[in-house]
């Protein structure tokens, strides 16, 4: 069994900041890639930022230059550091652990990031 389990979400103001951990617990993993993912109420999920193997990272356009993605290997867990936060990043952020032995995805249940005045 694989938990992926996202924690840190709750409010700020705009111009603020919010980091989101996320951890998997269970059988170990051979992990390919590490993204986050958010879903604002009545539109499509979209990616956020990602860890791809060979360390490459990836983010959307609507965050380069605010968020950040890094990974701890020790403590198992990839984080979300959210700067100069904006209204419009008020969504439920997803993590989505990939694998390839054992082959699988794996999402968390998110955590909820509310920006507002």
């Known amino acids: 069994q694989v938990q992926v389990v996202e924690s840190g979400g709750g409010e700020a103001q705009p111009g603020g900041s919010l980091i989101l951990s996320c951890a998997t617990t269970?059988?170990?993993?051979?992990?390919?890639?590490r993204e986050w993912y958010r879903q604002a109420p009545g539109k499509e999920r979209e990616l956020v930022a990602a860890?791809?193997?060979?360390?490459?990272?990836r983010y959307a356009d609507s965050v380069k230059d605010r968020f950040t993605i890094s990974r701890d290997n020790t403590m198992n867990t990839v984080q979300l550091h959210m700067y100069r936060l904006k209204p419009e990043d008020t969504a439920r952020y997803y993590c989505?652990?990939?694998?390839?032995?054992?082959?699988?995805?794996?999402w968390g249940q998110g955590t909820q990031v509310t920006v507002s005045s």
């Open positions: 860890i791809l193997s060979g360390q490459r990272v």
């Open positions: 269970g059988i170990p993993l051979d992990i390919t890639r």
């Open positions: 989505k652990i990939s694998a390839r032995n054992p082959l699988g995805e794996y």
